[in-house]
């Protein structure tokens, strides 16, 4: 069998991580669904050493339980996480904000999150908003060139994809009108103000439609 994964300039693990992390928070695997290593391995044509690592890795950020000799699985969705998740993204969202603005103006950089800030801006469906929104503060963080705040926002990113992601995907969430926000914070990116852009951001991740929801497994939920 040829590996549906390979080694380029990432290493064999990295890439797995990156699969499973894409694949849990596009919902091929369930909140509470097992993953069985050997399959997983033998799926992607490679050993089962880098998928162990891979989802070691996954637990830290939420998207993986492990208890040992009993199971390792995609963790539940609770309110607890999903409001974990929200706010998680949203302080560090801001953060991102605050360091990356006062670096942007003239840069190719610019022009990037600007257009990342309009797809946000012209999205109207709940996981359109959410991914948008991600890009454009993964936009802003490369710009922040600050690598140890990109590597925050990149696993803030991915824990909020999954745990809000879901319940954005299965039709949970509650409608709140986000484009006063929205609009507020294009005002404050296209005057440069890094302090009001980041007050937006944290005000878009942490509002009822997306922290305060009714997720498909309760808290306590095995």
């Keep these: 069998m040829q590996p549906r994964i390979r080694a380029h300039t990432e290493?064999?693990?990295d890439n797995v991580f990156q699969h499973l992390a894409r694949e849990i928070c596009e919902g091929r695997y369930s909140p509470g669904e097992a993953l069985e290593l050997a399959e997983i391995a033998q799926e992607l044509g490679i050993s089962r050493m880098p998928v162990r690592e891979a989802i070691r890795r996954l637990v830290p950020l939420g998207l993986v339980d492990v208890e040992a000799s009993r199971w390792t699985r995609v963790a539940p969705v609770t309110p607890a996480s999903t409001k974990a998740a929200a706010e998680f993204a949203a302080y560090l969202a801001g953060g991102v904000a605050r360091v990356a603005i006062p670096k942007l103006a003239g840069t190719t950089l610019h022009a990037a999150a600007s257009a990342e800030l309009a797809a946000l801006a012209s999205a109207a469906e709940p996981r359109d908003?959410?991914?948008?929104?991600?890009?454009?503060?993964?936009a802003l963080a490369r710009a922040a060139e600050n690598?140890?705040?990109?590597?925050?926002?990149n696993a803030a990113r991915i824990t909020l994809l999954f745990h809000v992601g879901h319940v954005v995907r299965t039709g949970l969430s509650h409608d709140i009108d986000m484009a006063p926000t929205i609009s507020q914070l294009k005002r404050a990116f296209e005057a440069g103000d890094g302090a009001e852009v980041a007050t937006h951001l944290?005000?878009?991740?942490?509002?009822?439609?997306?922290?305060?929801?009714?997720?498909?497994v309760e808290e306590g939920a095995p």
């Excluded at 908003?129 to 993964?138: D, G, I």
């Excluded at 690598?147 to 926002?153: F, I, K, N, R, T």
């Excluded at 944290?202 to 498909?216: S, Y």
């Design 11 to 13: 290493s064999l693990t």
């Design 129 to 138: 908003l959410l991914l948008s929104s991600t890009r454009f503060v993964s």
């Design 147 to 153: 690598e140890h705040l990109l590597e925050a926002w």
């Design 202 to 216: 944290q005000e878009f991740f942490l509002p009822a439609a997306f922290a305060d929801c009714r997720p498909a």
